[in-house]
């Protein structure tokens, strides 16, 4: 217990610059955040209602919490909650049980799992000392003071990437008192992608202090995060990323400069990092983007550096997690969108009438094609209740201008695809029709109930027409790897279940009657 009381304590003292300046204002927070923010950092709350400019002074009443603070009540926490209307299959014996699994899941219990876990790897006697804290399995860890040594990076190419050799022995350190078998207990998971396991084995307390002593060829100043990244061609696992970073911030929560961007983001191989969605990185940072490159042939050293959630790990988020069956809604999953979209400036769209608007993402890929797309585009577009649009969502597109599409789409059609991976910034009251699944169910009808949306899939197998078997690589037949036609009848019908829960929402009806109530008003 003193351990940790001490570490903590040493991680309220981040970067001074930062803790003397920092205001409400300076944060990356979605106004709807704030009230969370001022509950957990009084002294911002105090700071606030001192300052004559802080526009957040509404934000001062009430007592909230995000949900995984010790002392936080469940009808205080997070306003979006999970639901459990559906039976658990034997998972649980109570419907009490079935909600808190689902909150440990995949909701703020989850980050609140990852701070019960942390565990000093190695204490910090003095402030100006090195520390060290990791949560279970090395899947989170945080430092101060913390050395990497780079210098065999020399001569290794350009080609790293989900290497486990970045480190060797005593490569990674400080001046600290270790803890080494609790350390190496939790190495158990091993991998590229699940744990932090391949560079903290190689961890060695130093005679000397890093910084101090001069042992460091450069110094970063400004807090770090180092993250391993999956295959960022892909929205839906590059978006793991992004979306346990943001989780990682939560598990941080000792300082309000958590949600702070003037920070660094250094990705742990030497691939000039380059993504379609790389403008998700404007929601952490507003410094360029760093890799390995960056540091070869140096000892670096970190004043504060964060080791973030992976995007592999074992029952992790939102890749391999474990569902229970019968909930959905995640407040963190929420949470997580409304900050993307508050940090790109993509909003809602005044409404001109009240038209369900219907967006059909196409796929210009070789398979998982529908054949007879314009008919089906053009019978719904027939329909007067609906506006209807078909995207493609290419390089040609930039990917703020994709995520304004979708957030102002209350139906969003797709074949199985990562392009689905969409729906997690999706208006609260939006319905999400997954064309055909391809035989792999749970993925995005997962990540739908993870969001809280409605979700919908084809039905009746005798209605579409499979192109032939499917041809996978090294000759494998998969239902993934073909075209389709779909019955047109068939597909509208669909499309109407979705129009009917979103006319059924309150917060949509209540939406249109408020942009029809604006443009009036313009008008007069």
Request: glycine content about 4%; charged content about 20%; overall charge neutral.
């Amino acid at each position: 217990m003193k351990m940790n009381v001490v570490i903590n304590l040493l991680y309220l003292v981040t970067s001074l610059t930062i803790i003397d300046t920092i205001t409400i204002q300076d944060l990356n927070i979605p106004p709807e955040h704030v009230p969370y923010v001022f509950t957990n950092f009084p002294s911002l709350a105090e700071a606030c209602k001192n300052d004559p400019s802080c526009s957040y002074k509404s934000a001062l009443i009430g007592n909230v919490c995000w949900g995984y603070e010790n002392d936080c009540n469940k009808t205080n926490s997070y306003h979006v909650r999970p639901r459990c209307p559906g039976d658990h299959k034997g998972w649980v014996k109570t419907k009490a049980a079935q909600y808190d699994t689902f909150f440990t899941q995949a909701d703020f219990g989850y980050v609140k799992e990852q701070i019960s876990d942390l565990m000093v790897m190695c204490e910090a006697t003095y402030p100006h000392d090195t520390s060290l804290e990791c949560s279970k399995y090395l899947r989170f860890c945080r430092g101060r003071k913390l050395m990497l040594n780079f210098t065999s990076l020399v001569g290794r190419g350009n080609n790293l990437r989900y290497k486990m050799d970045i480190l060797g022995p005593g490569q990674i350190g400080g001046y600290c008192n270790f803890y080494s078998e609790r350390l190496q207990k939790e190495a158990e998971h091993m991998s590229a992608l699940q744990s932090w396991a391949p560079e903290f084995v190689n961890f060695k307390a130093t005679t000397q202090r890093p910084i101090t002593d001069g042992l460091c060829d450069v110094i970063i100043d400004k807090p770090t995060y180092i993250m391993k990244l999956d295959a960022t061609v892909n929205m839906y696992h590059h978006f793991c990323d992004f979306f346990n970073l943001y989780a990682s911030l939560h598990v941080n929560s000792t300082h309000p400069s958590m949600f702070s961007r003037d920070n660094h983001v250094l990705i742990w191989e030497t691939f000039n990092y380059d993504s379609a969605f790389k403008d998700a990185f404007k929601a952490f940072t507003i410094n360029p983007i760093w890799d390995l490159k960056e540091f070869r042939g140096k000892v670096v050293c970190f004043k504060n550096v964060v080791f973030p959630l992976l995007p592999r790990m074992i029952f992790g988020l939102y890749y391999n997690t474990p569902l229970i069956y019968g909930c959905e809604r995640s407040g963190l999953f929420h949470a997580f969108a409304k900050h993307i979209l508050h940090s790109l400036n993509v909003k809602l769209q005044i409404r001109k009438n009240d038209k369900i608007r219907v967006t059909l993402l196409s796929r210009g890929t070789k398979y998982r094609v529908i054949q007879n797309e314009k008919e089906i585009v053009d019978a719904l577009s027939a329909n007067p209740e609906y506006e209807v649009q078909r995207v493609v969502y290419d390089r040609s597109v930039p990917f703020t201008k994709q995520l304004e599409i979708t957030h102002n789409t209350d139906i969003f059609i797709g074949m199985h695809g990562a392009g689905l991976t969409h729906l997690l910034f999706l208006p609260d009251w939006a319905a999400v029709f997954e064309v055909y699944n391809c035989e792999d169910p749970n993925c995005y009808q997962d990540l739908s109930r993870l969001r809280g949306l409605k979700y919908v899939t084809w039905e009746v197998k005798t209605k579409l027409t499979q192109e032939d078997e499917g041809h996978g690589p090294g000759g494998v037949s998969h239902a993934k790897f073909t075209n389709y036609w779909f019955d047109v009848a068939e597909f509208a019908r669909l499309v109407a279940v979705c129009a009917d829960h979103v006319r059924r929402r309150t917060d949509f009806r209540d939406y249109v009657d408020a942009s029809l109530l604006s443009r009036a008003h313009e008008e007069l």
